[in-house]
């Protein structure tokens, strides 16, 4: 990608990223983040975060089905 700043033309090299949203019971979180941190670490820089946020209520739109049969 190049930009141009202050008449300066600079490439920059972006590294590809991919989001990944995960929603799990209360009980289930700590297992799934675990398996995540033995699956994706590489060791190198980029290898990502994760965090866990609550939700307060989740819906699935075609059944609308809420709370955890929402899941």
Same mark, same amino acid.
């Given at each position: 990608?190049?930009?141009?700043?202050r008449g300066a033309e600079y490439t920059v090299d972006f590294v590809p990223k !991919?989001?990944?949203?995960?929603l799990v019971d209360d009980g289930? %979180?700590?297992?799934? !983040?675990?398996?995540?941190?033995?699956? %994706?670490r590489t060791?190198?820089?980029g290898?990502?975060?994760?965090?866990v946020v609550p939700v307060?209520? %989740?819906?699935r739109i075609r059944t609308g089905e809420?709370?955890?049969?929402a899941l």
């Open positions: 990608h190049t930009e141009v700043y !991919v989001r990944v949203e995960v289930d %979180a700590r297992s799934v !983040v675990d398996h995540i941190l033995e699956s %994706a060791g190198k820089i290898d990502g975060k994760v965090w307060e209520e %989740a819906w809420s709370g955890p049969d």
